[in-house]
């Protein structure tokens, strides 16, 4: 297999083992496009100013809306060739991996250069890393399965006392 059979050959689903389900996988894809917009739109208004910390602010969140574009979508990036295997990797990490890493790039430039621009911009690209952090926790659990754990620790508590108050097994 050559290297233009291995680019044009289809992207395997990610793992299903992570617990998300459908409608949540495609939230965080969602909440990954409005974020990297609402980081390319406010990373170009930051550049437009005199102070260089803006700027860097700027060209920052251009920069994270171009990594969210390409790790959530990537078939806005179809003409750049290693937007396949980029998306395929990051669909291969843990939804935790990719709490911190869409955090902390979002955090960047508000702590570069806080401003309403900068923080209002990062905002939804922050809040999809708070949707995978949140998708890390896993499931809730079931009602029944939650009683039984609650009736097994006040039998554990009954005979802790017996045994303190000195009275036989």
């Given at each position: 297999m050559n290297t233009e059979e291995k680019a044009a050959a289809p992207v395997a689903p990610p793992p299903?083992?992570?617990g998300m389900t459908w409608w949540y996988r495609w939230l965080c894809k969602?909440?990954?496009v409005l974020g990297g917009v609402s980081c390319a739109v406010s990373g170009v208004w930051n550049c437009v100013t005199v102070n260089p910390l803006n700027i860097a602010a700027g060209v920052w969140m251009v920069l994270t809306?171009?990594?969210?574009f390409l790790c959530e979508?990537?078939?806005c990036c179809?003409?750049?060739?290693f937007a396949n295997a980029v998306a395929a990797r990051a669909?291969?990490?843990k939804p935790w991996q990719k709490a911190f890493f869409y955090c902390g790039l979002a955090l960047f430039p508000v702590f570069l250069?806080?401003?309403f621009t900068t923080l209002f911009g990062n905002a939804i690209a922050f809040a999809t890393g708070v949707l995978y952090g949140l998708a890390?926790?896993?499931k809730k659990g079931d009602a029944v399965s939650y009683a039984r754990l609650q009736h097994q620790k006040m039998g554990d508590e009954e005979r802790m006392t017996e045994k303190a108050n000195g009275a036989p097994e």
């Open positions: 299903e083992d992570d969602i909440a990954g809306a171009f990594v969210l979508v990537p078939f179809q003409f750049i060739e669909d291969k990490f250069s806080f401003s890390s926790l896993g």
